[in-house]
């Protein structure tokens, strides 16, 4: 079965994707291909990104459709393919169709200490790149919602919603591997798995299964209390949650949980 892992930026959705092709996944990244058309124009990403937009807008969609057809085309022909691609879940319709978040100012840090998006992404501070990276994924945002009428980051459209703020690529790659392998089992058609240490404990109350309410990204306890400090006591590095509560998180705020609230 195909995987198709997409993520917010700075997530680690590449590095994971390089672990599961260690075994035996072949990757395909278009986010490579668009840093790679980025260079090639001389261009930082965020200011490529912004001219494939204008460029839609005016009905040149030859970019998204370059790497759409691609996709569709691999998904359609191949095998046990990674595709490390902000849409390839819906142009890959029968991948296993992995999102993973992680909180904002971790994914400023990692993109801004990384020295391999140097030549196409460049910037004097943290907080720079952290508002670059906001400002990127609204104009993905509108783009995709342009384009394909779809909204990227609607959490719903995934079988499996995982956190990687406080657990590495290798933890990541597992836990996809066994969530899918249960996936296919019929065990589930759509879950989501929070880091515990990233739930704040702001309530007291008890129950079967751990819900928490969303605002800006951040998730605090709805419910579940000692499960949730059973899973710390453990070191575990993901329990499943559900989305009790969301709230606009101002401008921070992109990704939507809303149609996860059972």
Not at 148 to 173: F, G, H, K, R
Request: charged share 30%; with cysteine; glycine share 4%.
């Amino acid at each position: 079965m195909n995987i198709s892992i997409t993520g917010n930026l700075g997530s680690g959705k590449s590095s994971v994707a390089k672990i599961l092709q260690e075994k035996g996944y072949e990757i395909f990244s278009t986010g490579k291909v668009f840093r790679q058309l980025a260079m090639e124009k001389g261009v930082s990403v965020e200011a490529f990104n912004r001219q494939v937009n204008e460029a839609a807008s005016r009905g040149d969609r030859s970019v998204d459709k370059m790497i759409d057809d691609t996709t569709t085309k691999i998904s359609e022909e191949r095998d046990n393919v990674v595709f490390d691609s902000r849409l390839a879940w819906n142009f890959a319709r029968n991948s296993f169709k992995v999102f993973v978040i992680t909180d904002i100012n971790e994914s400023s840090r990692r993109v801004f200490h990384d020295s391999v998006r140097a030549n196409s992404e460049s910037y004097q501070s943290q907080e720079e790149c952290r508002k670059a990276l906001i400002n990127r994924q609204k104009l993905e945002t509108v783009r995709y919602k342009e384009i394909y009428n779809i909204d990227y980051y609607d959490m719903s459209n995934y079988n499996l919603v995982i956190e990687s703020t406080n657990a590495s690529p290798q933890e990541i790659a597992r836990e996809i591997l066994s969530k899918m392998k249960a996936y296919q089992n019929g065990e589930f058609d759509k879950l989501m798995e929070l880091n515990p240490s990233s739930i704040k404990p702001e309530s007291d109350a008890n129950a079967e299964r751990i819900s928490v309410n969303e605002k800006g990204g951040i998730f605090s306890l709805n419910a579940g209390k000692s499960l949730l400090e059973a899973a710390l006591q453990a070191n575990d590095k993901f329990v499943i949650v559900e989305i009790a509560k969301t709230e606009d998180g101002g401008a921070d705020s992109f990704m939507d949980f809303s149609k996860m609230i059972p």
